[in-house]
């Protein structure tokens, strides 16, 4: 073999790599084509993905750079403060923040941006339609070497959270006041039920007055029969005849008893108004100390008076028994609770009503036990529902031991039925005590 044939067989193989050489950097070259195009698409569909996301998300959505200049919004974002996304970018945040706020915002995202911690601000932005509060969550914004390039800030609206906690606090307001006309109500049909009671003690105190004033003005008209014949110089003869006719001497040992049984009587009328004043009144006041025992006898009598029951009442235990509270609320608890006790036990032979009193811990205690035929089983669990009761249509609202368990929740005790109590029902009422003696 000569030269030239070897020269040229290694010249066919040189030819025959590089078209090789060639064909591996096409298939390379396409198939690296192929990747950018997969690549292009996938990094399109997450282009739009993101648009879709920046358009659709109700929160505000803000990305800023490290010095607060707006590079993309979301579609709520830009509807709020009224200008296209494309105007935005470019803006410093600062533009559309009160200028209370710009300050604390702005060291915030400068603090997120420094530390890579993600940061909570409220700040007002401004809108056509005036401030809007906003809350915002301040995350950095990273590159691929986990450097902080900007923000992204995540808004929540609060004005809407706002108006609904004023809604909130409106209904709230609405519902104590309908719960206190609730209490009052309730404690007017108590009331409605001691009229006739009342009528008869007040007119009992008022007839004595007004019959010993008639017997004062009688008296005072003999004594100025007396007197006038003294100034017109009658002689002594005839003022000691006259003054045994007219009975002077025994209308004076009379005189002191009449004004006594006046001044009962308008003593009597007196505390009567004073308990009704009591009863009446709404309770709303400060909490204080007072004496249990008192005001369950108070509630006691009252009802008694507008009963035509005979019946025992005793009063056991420790007295005084003072407990902390509003007296006017526990006063209507008392009087539901022994106006209940009275009614149950309507028709029953020898009926007995049985209050008892202790202290246990920090609390005093009040047991209302009477003698009727007691609360079912079945019952028991729905005495405390309101609108709930075992009376006869038109004798009964079904809100006395509802409102009653409220008034004491709100005292910080409570109100339940003895269980297992024989004869009758028993209720115990349990109320922070107050400083004994």
Request: net charge negative; proline share 3%.
């Amino acid at each position: 073999m000569s030269i030239g044939d070897i020269n040229g067989d290694l010249g066919d193989q040189t030819w025959a790599d590089v078209l090789r050489a060639m064909d591996r950097t096409y298939a390379e070259l396409v198939d690296y084509q192929e990747q950018l195009e997969s690549r292009n698409a996938e990094l399109t569909n997450l282009r739009h993905f993101l648009s879709s996301i920046m358009v659709s998300i109700s929160d505000y959505l803000v990305v800023a750079d490290k010095h607060g200049t707006i590079a993309d919004a979301s579609a709520s974002f830009c509807n709020l403060v009224g200008i296209e996304v494309a105007d935005l970018a470019g803006r410093p945040l600062r533009d559309f923040v009160a200028e209370a706020d710009t300050g604390g915002l702005g060291e915030a995202m400068s603090e997120t941006v420094a530390l890579r911690r993600t940061h909570t601000r409220s700040a007002d932005l401004v809108t056509p339609d005036g401030l809007e509060p906003v809350e915002f969550s301040i995350a950095p914004q990273l590159d691929r070497r986990r450097k902080s390039t900007g923000v992204v800030l995540t808004g929540r609206p609060l004005g809407a959270l706002k108006r609904a906690y004023a809604e909130l606090e409106r209904s709230h307001e609405a519902l104590k006041q309908t719960q206190g006309q609730l209490v009052r109500n309730e404690k007017m049909a108590s009331l409605g039920r001691l009229l006739a009671g009342v009528a008869h003690e007040l007119n009992n105190p008022i007839s004595f007055v007004y019959a010993n004033t008639h017997t004062l003005e009688k008296y005072l008209a003999r004594f100025e029969t007396y007197f006038e014949r003294v100034q017109a110089g009658a002689s002594r003869e005839d003022l000691v005849a006259l003054r045994e006719e007219l009975k002077l001497d025994r209308n004076l040992k009379n005189l002191a008893q009449v004004v006594q049984g006046a001044r009962d009587g308008a003593e009597r009328v007196r505390d009567i108004v004073e308990d009704l004043r009591r009863l009446s009144a709404d309770g709303a006041g400060e909490m204080s100390d007072f004496d249990l025992a008192e005001t369950a006898r108070v509630a006691v009598n009252w009802i008694e008076r507008g009963s035509k029951s005979e019946m025992r009442i005793s009063f056991t235990g420790e007295e005084p028994c003072r407990v902390r509270g509003r007296p006017g609320h526990i006063q209507q608890v008392l009087m539901n609770l022994v106006q209940n006790a009275f009614d149950a036990m309507d028709g029953v032979e020898d009926p007995a009503l049985r209050l008892d009193m202790r202290y246990e811990g920090a609390f005093a205690v009040l047991d209302i036990c009477d003698t009727g035929p007691g609360i079912p089983s079945a019952q028991a669990q729905a005495i405390f529902d309101p609108f709930f009761t075992t009376k006869e249509v038109g004798k009964g609202t079904g809100l006395g031991l509802s409102i009653s368990h409220k008034i004491v929740e709100e005292h910080g005790g409570t109100l339940e039925l003895v269980e297992g109590a024989d004869p009758g029902a028993c209720f115990r009422l349990r109320l922070p005590a107050g400083e004994r003696a």
